[in-house]
């Protein structure tokens, strides 16, 4: 059983920067695949980035892309997502997934077997 507990979120102002961590325990190994969702209040789920980390591949959801970057340490099974010039509209409760699979299913959110609790980060102008 794998199991997904997300720390690092808060409260910071526009333009600022956060780190969310996504720490694994049981069995996870290079054939995985990891992502960052997020839920804003009132919206949908959404998909913000994952990572192939056998092929080291990752893809980022347009609103993010430039500001944000998924990764990977091998060394103690926690993947990350360095979150940079922060906007309102990145204010949600972070959600971490995995999947047993080389391939990401893209952000296909039921396919993801593994999900983690969340971390709320809140960002003001």
């Known amino acids: 059983q794998v199991h997904l507990v997300e720390s690092g979120g808060g409260s910071v102002q526009t333009g600022g920067s956060l780190r969310l961590s996504c720490a694994t325990s049981?069995?996870?190994?290079?054939?995985?695949?990891l992502g960052w969702f997020r839920q804003a209040p009132g919206k949908e789920r959404e998909g913000v980035a994952y990572?192939?980390?056998?092929?080291?591949?990752?893809i980022y959801a347009d609103s993010v892309k430039g500001r944000f970057t998924i990764s990977k340490d091998n060394a103690n099974n926690t993947h990350y997502l360095q979150m940079n010039s922060l906007k309102p509209e990145d204010t949600a409760m972070y959600y971490c997934?995995?999947?047993?699979?080389?391939?990401?299913?893209?952000?296909?959110?039921?396919?993801?077997?593994?999900w983690g609790q969340g971390t709320q980060v809140t960002v003001s102008s």
């Open positions: 049981g069995y996870i190994d290079s054939r995985y695949c």
């Open positions: 990572i192939e980390t056998y092929f080291g591949s990752t």
């Open positions: 997934a995995a999947r047993a699979s080389l391939l990401c299913p893209s952000f296909r959110q039921y396919e993801y077997n593994y």
